[in-house]
């Protein structure tokens, strides 16, 4: 059965802290792995990587997959509290590639 | 342009009821997915469907739930006979085509709460 873990389960940082979130993963014939930041609504897509050591930037997020070491990780710089959320981890694999595997998500509160 | 649409957000329900929770997809969009959210648990897919046609229900449980999207109007996910366990949040996504590389974009999510 295809796993994905994500740690830590929460955390707690000032306002201007820098974060990293961890992903990793087993799965069986990978072919993405998308990065979405849910608030108390609809999960919120924001990153999808499918190919080692190539970083995506978006602002003060960004994002790196290493398909040897079966992880990513999600940085955020210069938090904010608007950063405050869960930020879930999910891998697209399989014949069905629209079954996306879910990590349980890391929730981050900013704190001023 | 409106997206993901979800309702209703809540839906309370005793025991043996039924729950229909609705999607309507992003404009343009043809396919559908629905996940469910346990407590404390990650969002896990249940069933894919387009237009008229169930593409993959090996996430659906095998009784009292059935999914479908008609021709014409919102998709639906039919809960029968509810148990505790159901307590969830559902969640629907939609793409504008067979999502290649898993982007699907999510509504808000209908929270159901079995008494």
């Known amino acids: 059965e295809d796993k994905v873990v994500q740690s830590p389960l929460s955390l707690v940082v000032h306002e201007g802290d820098t974060v990293t979130l961890n992903c990793s993963y087993e799965?069986?014939?990978?072919?993405?792995l998308l990065w979405y930041k849910q608030e108390k609504k609809a999960p919120t897509f924001l990153f999808m990587l499918?190919?080692?050591?190539i970083e995506k930037k978006s602002g003060r997020l960004s994002s790196i997959l290493d398909k040897k070491e079966l992880f990513s990780i999600l940085n955020i710089t210069a938090t904010q509290t608007g950063d405050s959320a869960v930020y879930l981890c999910a891998v697209c694999s399989g014949a069905g590639s629209y079954q996306l595997t879910f990590g349980k998500g890391t929730k981050l509160s900013v704190i001023p | 342009n409106a997206g993901v649409m979800q309702n209703p957000r809540h839906l309370v329900r005793r025991r043996g009821q039924e729950a229909r929770l609705r999607c309507s997809p992003m404009?343009?969009?043809?396919?559908v997915y629905w996940y469910r959210q346990l407590p404390e648990e990650g969002l896990k897919f249940m069933v894919y469907l387009q237009k008229e046609n169930i593409i993959d229900e090996s996430g659906m449980p095998k009784e009292r739930f059935s999914a479908e999207f008609p021709k014409e109007g919102p998709s639906i996910l039919r809960i029968q006979q509810v148990v505790r366990g159901d307590s969830a949040a559902y969640f629907c996504a939609s793409s504008p085509q067979g999502a290649n590389t898993g982007e699907l974009f999510f509504g808000e999510g209908s929270r159901l709460t079995v008494l």
């Open positions: 404009k343009g969009h043809s396919h």
């Open positions: 499918t190919s080692s050591g």
């Open positions: 799965v069986t014939n990978f072919r993405s």
